[in-house]
């Protein structure tokens, strides 16, 4: 197995990133219908090599190998800034779509709040997504921040049984789209 890196995203690393968040959403149609149709992965791609965004390579981390190949990523900032990095994607969504797509707050203030996960499928299995949520937490518990949420589809238990492994516990309910999360949150004190 070759050795793997953790390090700051870069603007050119974003057509990657915008995979991932793909990825982690789970529900390909629904992002060409919200985020630009056949085009998405174009749209995606602007709005992470923009600054300021919410999937912006200045949130990310990639996971990569010693040899340069992309294995996976990690989106995370403050929650209490989701607002004016939601209106920053949005505006560029809007500039290809013609509208804004309506979905519910998945965080707020008072958490550090990881986006979007996600691992090629060749590299899974591997510890990566771990790695990528490890380093996330540690960076967010140096920023300050005493609580790191994120949310899980109920439909997905495997990822859910990853995160309650690392110390996150459900804290209550959330709605993506017309999906049911689970709310998780992991404390400073719990590492």
């Excluded at 499928?121 to 540690?138: N, P, T, V």
């Excluded at 920023?143 to 309650?164: Q, W």
Aim: charged share 25%.
């Amino acid at each position: 197995m070759e050795q793997i890196i953790i390090r700051h995203a870069m603007p050119d690393d974003a057509e990657f990133l915008a995979q991932v968040v793909v990825m982690a959403i789970r529900d390909d149609e629904m992002v060409k219908r919200n985020c630009g149709g056949d085009n998405y992965l174009k749209v995606l791609t602007e709005v992470c090599a923009a600054t300021g965004t919410q999937y912006s390579f200045q949130n990310a981390l990639v996971a990569e190998t010693v040899s340069g190949k992309l294995a996976g990523a990690i989106v995370g900032y403050d929650g209490g800034q989701l607002e004016p990095l939601r209106k920053a994607t949005w505006d560029i969504i809007s500039n290809h779509t013609g509208f804004v797509p309506e979905i519910a707050d998945e965080t707020n203030a008072g958490e550090f709040y990881l986006d979007s996960l996600g691992v090629k499928s060749e590299f899974r299995g591997m510890g990566i997504a771990q790695k990528l949520i490890d380093a996330m937490c540690k960076k967010a518990f140096a920023l300050g921040h005493t609580n790191v949420g994120l949310i899980v589809d109920v439909e997905n238990p495997k990822a859910e049984e990853l995160y309650s492994r690392i110390g996150f516990r459900r804290v209550g309910d959330r709605m993506f789209f017309t999906h049911k999360m689970y709310h998780l949150q992991m404390s400073v004190n719990c590492i």
